[in-house]
């Protein structure tokens, strides 16, 4: 017979309410507080993960309604077409420096695993998995099984580098004093994909735009160089 638990949690509703309504409360927490450590994504992924683990719920049934959530991530990231959209001329007269940043971008961030794998004694499996964690998750995790990495872990750097990205940038911007919304905003989505992007987006439409478009061409350019790393 099956027990309480499983009664409950073996159902995609529990997977969908348990993640809205806890990111619901961090957003509201982060919204009181003001504190941009109050990361509603970051803390949200601590609680659920906490949650499952101390009422002993199997992630498989999580994952029924988790999935669910995780199917509306390529559609979301396709609504920020609207803003770059809006900002096409700021793109006409910013191409040459927004490709320039994308490839650096793409470069540091694959270089600076391909360096750190090294040093710490990575296997080839895990240095192809974190490989493309600078680039929005669809991508990613197509580059990674194409390289032979390990899926999960390349998720899960993904999500990490773009909780990173929500609560380094606005501290990043000030520390080196960016003052152009296109260099910062291109630096962002550059770095930490759509995840640093709804942070850009709080910034302004411009910044918002601009870390859009870089999700895309980062993606494009981070494809074009893993094929020489086969």
């Not at 450590?37 to 906490?50: E, G, Q």
């Not at 803003?83 to 320039?100: D, E, G, R």
């Not at 580098?161 to 004093?177: D, E, H, K, S």
Request: glycine share 8%.
């Amino acid at each position: 017979m099956e027990n309480w638990i499983d009664i409950l949690t073996k159902t995609p509703l529990f997977g969908i309410t348990l993640t809205i309504f806890v990111y619901a409360f961090f957003v509201w927490l982060q919204k009181k507080l003001r504190s941009p450590l109050l990361n509603p994504l970051m803390w949200t992924v601590a609680a659920v993960i906490s949650i499952l683990l101390l009422c002993r719920v199997p992630l498989e049934n999580y994952e029924l309604g988790g999935d669910i959530i995780g199917m509306f991530l390529s559609p979301a990231t396709a609504v920020l077409a609207v803003s770059i959209y809006n900002q096409l001329a700021t793109l006409k007269k910013n191409l040459i420096p927004v490709v320039a940043g994308c490839l650096a971008g793409a470069v540091t961030s694959i270089g600076s695993v391909i360096v750190m794998s090294k040093l710490f004694g990575l296997d080839k499996a895990m240095q192809n998995a974190l490989t493309p964690k600078s680039v929005t998750t669809p991508i990613a995790m197509a580059v990674s099984e194409q390289l032979g990495g390990i899926v999960p872990i390349t998720v899960a750097a993904v999500v990490v580098t773009g909780i990173i990205g929500c609560v380094a940038a606005p501290l990043m911007i000030r520390v080196f004093f960016v003052k152009e919304p296109v260099a910062a905003g291109v630096a962002i989505g550059a770095c930490s994909h759509a995840l640093g992007t709804t942070k850009a987006i709080e910034l302004s439409e411009t910044h918002g735009a601009m870390s859009g478009i870089a999700i895309g061409l980062s993606g494009i350019i981070t494809v074009l160089i893993c094929l020489f790393l086969q």
